[in-house]
């Protein structure tokens, strides 16, 4: 990522935010990011039946991700990744849509079973352009991502 | 993708409705790895059995066992009339062993419906191993052959051990597998995603298996889904047995999601650190020393607070028979202490070698238990009151305290049989 589009990214505060990125399961949807530098762990690392990081020492531990864009660099651990997150869609419990850096298999069977919205391959780090509580718009068919940074409306 | 003849002929229903909704899930994972055609496999490992109450309610809602397998194992919302499998299928571990329902805290119409669900899916071909480790009771890849397995520790396995290929599948892409004979030909498939990346040099002898399990978690949650190639100037000294990669696979595919690692002259792509790396240049070189292993023993331990243990699991990855011979001897004589538990697991298959060598009735004569088909942190299952468990199993110390929110010893194979004995942790760092 060049030095430019990180001043980008970082002066975001009064203007939305456009990264562009690979389409890993088609649609769109929209939600409040929920951002962290940790990988997340499926079986064993997530309770399906409410949507919660339960992993010993992960920085979102007894956070919830139903319903939120979920933003962290990939998947871990147990292969049970897809199941967990599969039942999780069942339980309705499931994020609104995938943004990750690091393509695995248990992240993209994953994304695929969890029916929701996912990209990958930015041309931005949504690490860097996102921030937990943004406001994040997610159009895998375009490829486009759209980011109101929080505290901009407040503001 | 691009797609042979035979498979477009099966993602246009020439197969009829299951084999067209395994392909079109196919097609939807491999266009989100990115991948450019689909792989041949007669090998694949995973779970397919209906376990819990949720399943069975489903099951009851409409559609029976087809209904579970195509939701479940297909991603299909139409319930589709499973055929039987193409491939070799080997059945992992499952939710508990049903053949101890009151330990497991099983209602008896779920071994009814668990029994109900392993008939159906051995009749479609899935063999019942119920094993973390298939390759120890039937099912050996050969180096070369294309798999499509669950289990993280069975794929480091796989990989690194005998030079199988597989990427970590899942639940639903080994169930499009066993209907298609294919999945996506992307990852360890091919041969550059296979070569190390990072280099681990050993600074410090690597013998024991707990040595072994430190190395694993240390090195995973270093490299994280990268490919370690271990080296030691002076060369690897004791070979690693199977119980000793066994654990070491398992302890970085749970800190980290190592898949594939090499061992410079013992692991079958890696004769020399140049081939194991294959060109690359390593992104890090890292060094395992006497602070590195203080400070892995640290973190596994990191739960661990009460001396009091009311629980004691081996067996995670399941147990070898001579794990199974070890534990016996270790405990021979003794007694399980009254405060505290002892379940051992291990495939079926084992087992039963373990019933014929006494080796089963020497744990139980000591008032342990040898389980099958299951750990506890797949079931969920500890002995009732359990606050601080003691483990040998790096991989069991990383998932039991997320899992159940108990504290967690992480120790050798001997400090866990006298923690059995005496009710307390009396191990530490050695």
Not at chain 1, 23 to 30: F, L, N, R, S
Not at chain 2, 158 to 170: A, D, K, P
Request: hydrophobic letters at 40%; a negative charge.
């Amino acid at each position: 990522m060049s030095e430019s589009a990180t001043q980008q990214c970082v002066a975001g505060m009064d203007s939305v935010i456009v990264i562009h990125g690979r389409k890993v399961v088609p649609g769109v949807a929209e939600g409040e990011a929920l951002v962290t530098r940790d990988r997340i762990s499926g079986w064993g690392g997530i309770d399906s039946r409410t949507g919660t990081i339960v992993e010993t020492r992960h920085e979102l531990r007894g956070q919830s991700f139903a319903g939120k864009v979920l933003v962290f660099p990939g998947a871990k651990g147990s292969s049970g990744w897809s199941a967990a997150f599969h039942l999780a869609r069942l339980m309705n419990v499931a994020p609104a849509a995938f943004l990750f850096n690091e393509m695995t298999t248990k992240i993209a069977l994953g994304a695929v079973v969890s029916h929701a919205p996912s990209m990958t391959d930015f041309d931005r780090d949504p690490l860097e352009c996102i921030a937990t509580g943004d406001w994040v718009k997610v159009d895998a068919d375009r490829g486009v991502v759209e980011i109101t940074k929080r505290g901009q409306c407040a503001g | 993708m691009q797609l042979t003849d035979h498979e477009k002929a099966m993602l246009d229903g020439r197969d009829g409705p299951a084999v067209q909704k395994a392909m079109d899930l196919l097609m939807r994972y491999g266009e989100a790895l990115g991948a450019q055609r689909l792989v041949e496999t007669n090998n694949v490992c995973a779970t397919i059995t209906a376990t819990t109450p949720f399943q069975r309610d489903f099951a009851l809602a409409g559609g029976g066992m087809d209904a579970v397998f195509s939701e479940f194992s297909l991603d299909s919302q139409q319930v589709v009339q499973v055929p039987k499998f193409k491939t070799f299928t080997s059945h992992l571990q499952l939710g508990f062993d049903p053949n101890q329902p009151e330990k497991m805290g099983l209602s008896e119409e779920i071994v009814r419906f668990y029994d109900k669900s392993e008939r159906h899916v051995a009749g479609l071909g899935a063999h019942i191993l119920n094993t973390c480790t298939p390759y120890q009771v039937g099912n050996v890849p050969t180096r070369g052959e294309h798999c499509a397995w669950m289990e993280s520790s069975a794929v480091v396995y796989c990989n690194s051990v005998l030079g199988g290929r597989t990427n970590t599948e899942g639940r639903e892409s080994c169930g499009a597998a066993m209907l298609t004979g294919r999945i996506p030909d992307w990852g360890y498939h091919l041969d550059a995603p296979r070569r190390a990346t990072h280099v681990v040099e050993l600074d410090v002898e690597v013998e024991s298996v707990q040595d072994w399990g430190l190395l694993g978690y240390y090195i995973g949650d270093l490299v994280q889904e990268r490919v370690p190639v271990v080296y030691s100037r002076r060369g690897i000294g004791r070979v690693p047995n199977l119980p000793r990669l066994k654990h070491f696979g398992a302890a970085a595919s749970s800190s980290g999601g190592v898949e594939m690692y090499h061992i410079v002259g013992v692991t079958p792509e890696a004769f020399t650190l140049e081939q194991a790396l294959g060109g690359n240049r390593p992104v890090e070189v890292f060094h395992y020393g006497e602070a590195q292993r203080r400070a892995t023993y640290e973190k596994i331990n990191a739960t661990g607070k009460d001396a009091e243990i009311q629980y004691v699991m081996l067996g995670c990855p399941h147990y070898t028979i001579e794990q199974i011979r070890e534990a016996a001897e270790l405990i021979e004589g003794r007694k399980v202490h009254e405060n505290c538990e002892l379940w051992i697991f291990t495939p079926r298959a084992i087992k039963s070698v373990a019933d014929r060598n006494g080796y089963t009735k020497i744990i139980e004569d000591a008032g342990g238990i040898l389980m099958t088909d299951s750990c506890s942190a797949m079931s969920r299952a500890v002995p009732k009151g359990t606050r601080t468990v003691a483990l040998d199993s790096a991989k069991q110390a990383h998932y039991l305290p997320a899992i159940l929110g108990v504290q967690a010893w992480f120790g050798t194979t001997a400090q866990c049989i006298d923690a059995a004995c005496t009710g307390r942790w009396n191990g530490g760092y050695a």
